[in-house]
């Protein structure tokens, strides 16, 4: 196949799923990588590609936010876009970010609107202009696109048909993230942890908002 495997769907939507089920296929996949937002707000794609070297497939922040950039720049890729009920996701990414102001989320969601739980119809406004993006940017490319909804039964027979491979005897992947990191919560070193990242943020966001690199 040519080009890449792209997921353009919001975070909490399957994408850790996705990733594990294109693993199980055997492409290697580049997970979210928080250290490619300040590249993609100077526009220094080229720093964006080198990230991207090596690896058959990508999900999760920040790559659905630029799948345009990406389809540009690897032709004859393959894009799926996870989806979910809006509500029940919305429920998921409040409790996946909960308070912690993040530089990523705050280009997701808007400045100043990057904790979701402050703004319930504004954060599933941006999920659904998203998705519905996606789908008129593939209007007439139908082929490069597949639609998949884990919430509602997707699973191998769609995707593997999408990507021209086998059915894999292994069973369907379901990774559960929010779990894990329910149990990676508990104790000092998880609240250590959350300091460090909410101080690395702050000074994240101050940084691209003294450069203007907000776009």
């Known amino acids: 196949m040519e080009g890449k495997i792209i997921g353009v769907g919001f975070q909490k939507t399957g994408t850790s799923t996705l990733r594990e089920a294109l693993k199980i296929l055997g ?6 990588t928080p250290r490619a937002l300040i590249p993609i ?23 659905f936010m630029i799948f345009k950039e990406l389809d540009q720049m690897y032709p004859g890729s393959k894009f799926i876009l996870t989806i979910r009920d809006a509500d029940s ?30 703004d319930r119809d504004h954060t599933i406004a ?4 998203h998705n519905e993006a996606v789908m008129q940017y593939f209007e007439k490319r139908p082929e490069d696109l597949l639609v998949l909804d884990f919430t509602q039964g997707d699973r191998w027979d769609k995707l593997c048909a999408f ?30 942890r959350k300091s460090r990242h ?7 966001i101050w940084l691209i908002d003294i450069m203007g690199w907000w776009r």
């Open 163 to 192: 990507l021209e491979k086998d059915v894999p005897e292994l069973p369907f992947p379901h990774y559960n993230k929010s779990s894990e990191m329910a149990q990676n919560r508990k104790g000092w070193k998880s609240r250590l």
């Open 126 to 129: 941006v999920y659904n202009n």
């Open 41 to 63: 707000l100077r526009g220094n794609f080229g720093k964006i590609r080198r990230m991207l070297q090596g690896y058959d497939a990508m999900e999760d922040t920040p790559w």
């Open 27 to 32: 492409f290697r996949v580049r997970d979210t």
């Open 89 to 118: 996701w919305y429920a998921s990414v409040t409790n996946h970010i909960g308070d912690l102001r993040a530089a990523h989320h705050e280009w997701i969601y808007g400045r100043g609107k990057g904790l979701p739980g402050e």
């Open 198 to 204: 909410r101080l690395k943020n702050t000074v994240k």
